[in-house]
């Protein structure tokens, strides 16, 4: 009988410290998430020593956590994966180091992960039966793109943002609308209850990749704009008009692509929790008879199970297995056609 392989995740890119044990690369057995929101909250925004600090702090109660919860020894582990970019490098450094340290005194193999890569695996633990090739839209805090995933371990970057991520603008309208850190999903609660009255800027590019900068300043200057005379923005329907410009074309986008290649389309990342997201992109891939695969909302925002996940595709293949000399590589992506 084919043994069963357990792996043990660990995941410190921002402001997350989680561990997770999963088997098979599919099955969570545990998945722990320490979050610094409250944390952060305070700044505005993620304080990056403040991150590694905590990280610090916490990582060997979470990772433990991790373990008992999932009712497995170290002995039992097979392989440990860790995220080693890409994200902030203090926080990364965190993970990798703990894992470096955890596999020499145990005498378990390491597997580095890119954190993007792992994002998108988060789907594999949700849809036991998805397999590749299938197109992903991943939008997240750092990163918006359009992937081609060929194999469990082989990522091609199609269209891509040019300057800032689609959860960074969420994150800067919320935070002119007045509304605390992480704003994206503040800005989902309030677009429920509004319409979608003012068109801003799309986002889409001539050659189909995105910029989110122009839709930032737009919404900025909207409601300074209004401010001068005096007049208080509707929230609702400033937040709903602003969701619809910032998804609705990078949707349409991957759906197009979609479309014209696997007839499977994934969603990923943490702006992946976002109802509109859901909604629409599920909406046109009924329409066109695509096959749509959402992650359960607990594996959109970071967590290990993600990292597990893509560590034991990778381990299975041999591909990634990292030494004592694996440092931690911030500015880390993906392939990108060329
Ligand atoms: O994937 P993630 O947890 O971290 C990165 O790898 O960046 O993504 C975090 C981003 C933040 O910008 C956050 O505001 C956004 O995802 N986000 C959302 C929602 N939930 C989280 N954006 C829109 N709607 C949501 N419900
Ligand atoms: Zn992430």
């Known amino acids: 009988m084919k043994k069963d392989i357990i792996v043990l995740g660990i995941e410190s890119s921002c402001d997350e410290t989680a561990a997770s044990v999963v088997k098979n ?3 969570v057995l545990s998945s722990i998430v320490n979050s610094q929101i409250d ?4 700044y505005g925004g993620v304080v990056p020593e403040i991150a590694s600090r905590n990280h610090v702090q916490n990582i060997d109660v979470v990772v433990k956590e991790a373990l008992d919860q999932a009712k497995v020894g170290i002995k039992d582990i097979d392989y440990v994966a860790v995220t080693y970019g890409a994200g902030l ?11 470096k340290a955890f596999c020499q005194a145990n005498d378990i193999p390491l597997v580095k992960v890119n954190h993007i ?5 988060a789907n594999y633990i949700t849809h036991p ?10 939008a997240s805090g750092g990163h918006t793109a359009i992937v081609d995933v060929q194999s469990y371990t082989d990522y091609t970057v199609l269209k891509t943002t040019i300057d800032d991520a689609c959860g960074e603008a969420f994150d800067k309208v919320a ?19 509004g319409v979608a009255d003012t068109e801003f800027k799309s986002v889409v590019l001539k050659d189909g990749n995105f910029s989110y900068s122009g839709l930032k300043t ?19 329907n400033l937040a709903k008009s602003f969701t619809v410009a910032a998804i609705k074309g990078v949707v349409d986008e991957a759906v197009k692509i979609a479309d014209q290649s696997h007839k499977k389309l994934c969603v990923a990342g943490g702006v992946g929790a976002n109802s509109y997201m859901r909604e629409y992109a599920t909406q046109q891939c009924d329409k066109r008879g695509i096959k749509i695969f959402l992650p359960q909302l607990k594996y959109c925002g970071d967590n290990a199970a993600m990292i597990a996940s893509q560590g034991y595709f990778l381990a299975r293949e041999g591909i990634d297995l990292a030494g004592l000399d694996l ?12």
């Open 25 to 27: 690369g599919r099955e």
């Open 39 to 42: 944390i952060h909250k305070q």
């Open 89 to 99: 490098v203090g926080a990364l450094l965190v993970g990798v180091s703990f894992a």
């Open 117 to 121: 890569e792992g994002h998108i695996c």
């Open 129 to 138: 039966d998805l397999e590749p090739p299938f197109t992903c839209l991943l």
């Open 175 to 193: 935070r002119t609308l007045g509304l605390c850190y992480p704003g994206g999903v503040q800005i989902d609660k309030l677009a429920q209850n």
């Open 218 to 236: 737009g919404v900025i200057n909207y409601v300074h704009n209004l401010a001068q005379k005096g007049i208080q923005p509707d929230k609702n």
């Open 327 to 338: 440092n931690a590589c911030p500015t880390l992506t993906l392939k990108t056609k060329n």
